[in-house]
């Protein structure tokens, strides 16, 4: 889960970091400009729901695996 924040936290800074080259320095037309900025958000919106797909997981196997073991107490 770790991994997931940190890569989602770099993906949020690049889009940061490609708005304000462009605001500053504009070395992309405005087209590859908003390719970029679309594919870091996609990217980022994969990661994001990557992650809370895999915790969700996570829980519901835990929540399993402790029914269970209350199953076989009783």
Do not use: C, H
């Not at 690049?14 to 087209?31: A, D």
């Amino acid at each position: 889960m770790k991994s997931s924040v940190v890569i989602s936290l770099g993906l949020f800074l690049l889009g940061v970091l490609l708005l304000l080259i462009q605001m500053w320095f504009k070395p992309w037309s405005t087209e590859l400009f908003i390719k970029l900025l679309v594919t870091d958000g996609a990217a980022l919106l994969i990661v994001l729901v990557f992650s809370f797909v895999n915790k969700e997981y996570r829980q519901s196997k835990d929540l399993k695996k402790g029914s269970q073991l209350d199953g076989d107490e009783s």
